[in-house]
């Protein structure tokens, strides 16, 4: 099994009938970045630079930012590198930040929330993340969106700190990609017009699923509920990645469902791009994607798509597993 896996390293993804995808590692620092270029990754698709702000007793520095970015950009020699901004709040505490106390945490001030009611502190990492694009193909993710004006204010964040930059005379790329997180219901349900003002889609199954089904992953209680496969989040998946690529934009997923090869020949008929997942996974998931034809594919996702229940889809799934 193992020694099967090993003759797909160094290989390009791609499908059995030729159609190349990416195949993308999710860290959460610079130290994991030897690990993922062993497994073969093609890209970073998600750095969750929270860590960054959780390993340390007060806010980073820019330059301490900057030289972590960096570090990434650099190691993966002009392969992209998306780097999220800080998704601070629900289950990710910083206790620096004195953030206060809240009846409904997953509902309230985080991440590009709390980061747009900080604009001077957010623009350190903006300014961090533009001077690495100086060194790979950097680009910005902005986590937790759910409207248009979320996005329009953080690119403009995002230009007020390029003229700073320039004017000091610092390094960046101009045309550095600022894109989104799906990963809320909202998001989803208005993906063409999100589609209009990011320059890529990413999809955070671990929170869209939590949020479509109104059930927390760390509930046992509810946990049945907690499954990619339900109607429901399937239909959100298909509208994400449709709406992001009429637009012409590239569609990932960095959420855990990116991983699951039960799910993946459905992501392959949508059309997703990119697949981000931890480090194991990745050879694995190439030979996945390299059984199946876009063709067959469709023929899954037509048939998945008109059961009524996720116990019929994961049974459908799970007999068409090659
Ligand atoms: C997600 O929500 O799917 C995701 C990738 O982000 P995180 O797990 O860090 O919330
Ligand atoms: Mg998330």
Redesign the pocket.
């Known amino acids: 099994e193992k020694a099967a896996l090993e003759s797909f390293r160094g290989q390009k993804t791609v499908t059995a009938d030729g159609i190349e995808k990416i195949l993308a590692c999710?860290i959460g620092s610079p130290d994991d970045v030897a690990n993922a270029l062993d497994h073969d990754c093609e890209a970073i698709g998600?750095f969750?630079s929270e860590f960054l702000f959780m390993d340390s007793p007060e806010l980073p520095s820019e330059d301490e930012q900057f030289e972590a970015y960096r570090k990434v950009a650099t190691a993966l020699k002009g392969a992209p590198v998306i780097i999220?901004t800080l998704?601070v709040g629900?289950?990710?505490e910083i206790p620096y930040l004195h953030m206060q106390k809240e009846d409904n945490p997953f509902m309230g001030f985080r991440a590009v929330r709390y980061c747009l009611a900080n604009p001077d502190q957010y623009k350190v990492q903006l300014r961090a993340l533009l001077r690495a694009s100086a060194f790979g193909d950097v680009k910005i993710m902005i986590?937790l969106v759910t409207c248009v004006e979320e996005v329009k204010a953080v690119k403009e964040l995002v230009e007020e700190c390029k003229h700073e930059l320039a004017d000091e005379g610092r390094k960046f790329d101009e045309n550095i990609q600022v894109g989104i997180?799906v990963?809320t219901p909202a998001a989803s349900l208005i993906a063409d017009k999100l589609a209009e003002v990011a320059d890529f889609f990413?999809?955070?199954?671990?929170?869209?699923i939590g949020y479509t089904m109104c059930a927390d992953r760390g509930n046992d209680t509810i946990s049945n509920l907690y499954q990619v496969y339900y109607p429901s989040v399937l239909r959100s998946l298909k509208n994400i990645i449709e709406s992001g690529s009429k637009a012409g934009i590239m569609v990932g997923m960095?959420?855990?469902a990116a991983a699951d090869p039960l799910l993946e020949p459905l992501l392959v008929s949508w059309g997703l791009e990119e697949f981000s997942m931890s480090a194991p996974s990745i050879l694995r998931a190439r030979k996945t994607i390299s059984q199946w034809s876009k063709a067959e594919c469709d023929a899954l996702a037509e048939k998945v798509l008109a059961l009524d229940t996720a116990a019929e889809v994961k049974a459908a799934l799970e007999a068409a597993q090659k």
Do not use: A, Q, Y
Not at 202 to 208: A, F, M, Q, R
């Open positions: 999710n998600l969750r999220r998704d629900g289950d990710k986590p997180m990963e990413s999809i955070g199954t671990n929170d869209l960095c959420g855990e």
